[in-house]
């Protein structure tokens, strides 16, 4: 099994990430703080690179099985999947033979082809007489437009040689140029302006060919655009997951203690019903630019008060408070439902609306 890494609150939405040739995991640690407040993130290893042994894979379905190796050891049964260049060519692979396991697809300076096979064949072969060594030196020009970060050139240069040289025979045999209209997920593709591995035309022809695709375009990114400009490619990742706008949204009125209880109650059970409503009551409803979330607390109160959810009552009672109302304006709502809600339910309101203020010092 591949090297990995789990971070983020378990029982959270299942996100993988594939590195880039030569790098290890650690390629991913510029936006690792930020989806691991939305996402249970694993990151993994190629073979012969930072952890993993040099295992016999030599295609891209083969380095595609090994990622559902990982994913099945977790028991998920689809995921989120964000590549970067052959990182993104196994997350097309998976996409295309195996659809019903991806949610959505992130290509970061990635491909449908990687250029001329006979290239990567005579990479491998050096690779396997004389190691990595030789193609260090040339490395920092391709990855990075800015600074350059050592730690990912010495990943390169501790590479095992056959596991580098399998890599390089799985891009040779990968073309899904033919079949890109099959990925039907929502899919990211995103390309730094300066990258010149794969250059902005590999990315248009991805963005061209998959029918739920947007493109990003980086300016002063290189191949390694995630840490050239890890601001941007973390925005444009966040924008991309379908789950962290309203993860993000639902911290935001409901506090991160909340949240993070209800993620750790996470079961096989309610993951389903949890990314549900994390999707559409918070990232779909709650993010409209049509109200204000203080007229939506005002809206959520009223239709609890209605039906008689009272523990939803108090969480919102404390939503209403992050999100700007004063107790006298919450007093206002209840007061104001008890004549079209009636007496009985405002009683039993204004009970738990006095109990959370006094918790939380508002009342």
Do not use: K
Not at 266 to 274: A, E, P, S, V, Y
């Amino acid at each position: 099994m591949l090297h990995h890494r789990l971070d983020g609150p378990e029982g959270a939405v299942p996100l993988i990430l594939g590195p880039s040739l030569g790098t290890s995991l650690a390629v991913w640690e510029p936006q690792l703080p930020a989806l691991t407040r939305a996402f249970r993130v694993l990151r993994f290893d190629l073979p012969g690179h930072g952890g993993s042994a040099p295992l016999p894979a030599r295609t891209m379905e083969e380095l595609a099985g090994l990622v559902l190796e990982l994913a099945d050891a977790q028991e998920w049964e689809s995921f989120h999947y964000a590549g970067i260049s052959i990182g993104g060519a196994v997350g097309a692979t998976l996409a295309v033979h195996r659809p019903g396991r991806l949610r959505s697809l992130a290509m970061i300076c990635s491909s449908a082809r990687f250029g001329e096979p006979r290239d990567w064949r005579d990479r491998a072969e050096l690779v396997r007489a004389e190691g990595t060594a030789p193609l260090v030196p040339s490395a920092a020009g391709r990855w990075f437009a800015g600074p350059v970060e050592t730690r990912l050139l010495e990943d390169l240069a501790n590479a095992d040689p056959a596991g580098y040289a399998g890599c390089c025979d799985a891009l040779a045999g990968y073309d899904l140029r033919a079949r890109l209209g099959e990925i039907a997920v929502p899919t990211l593709v995103l390309a730094g302006r300066d990258d010149p591995a794969t250059p902005p035309a590999h990315a248009r022809e991805l963005a061209d060919g998959i029918p739920a695709a947007t493109l990003t375009e980086v300016p002063g990114a290189a191949h390694l655009a995630g840490v050239d400009r890890p601001e941007a490619v973390t925005a444009a990742l966040l924008a991309h997951l379908p789950v962290a706008a309203g993860m993000r949204v639902r911290r935001e009125v409901l506090g991160d203690a909340h949240v993070d209880r209800a993620v750790a109650g996470t079961t096989d059970l309610t993951r389903d019903f949890q990314d549900l409503i994390t999707r559409y009551a918070w990232g779909e409803i709650w993010t409209r630019p049509g109200l204000s979330r203080r007229t939506r607390s005002c809206i959520t109160l009223t239709a609890l008060l209605a039906h008689g959810h009272m523990e939803e009552l108090a969480m919102h009672v404390r939503a209403a408070v992050r999100n700007g109302l004063t107790p006298a304006e919450i007093g206002e709502v209840l007061l104001h439902n008890a004549i079209y809600c009636g007496v009985p339910a405002a009683n039993a309101g204004f009970a738990v609306a006095q109990r959370v203020l006094a918790e939380i010092g508002d009342g």
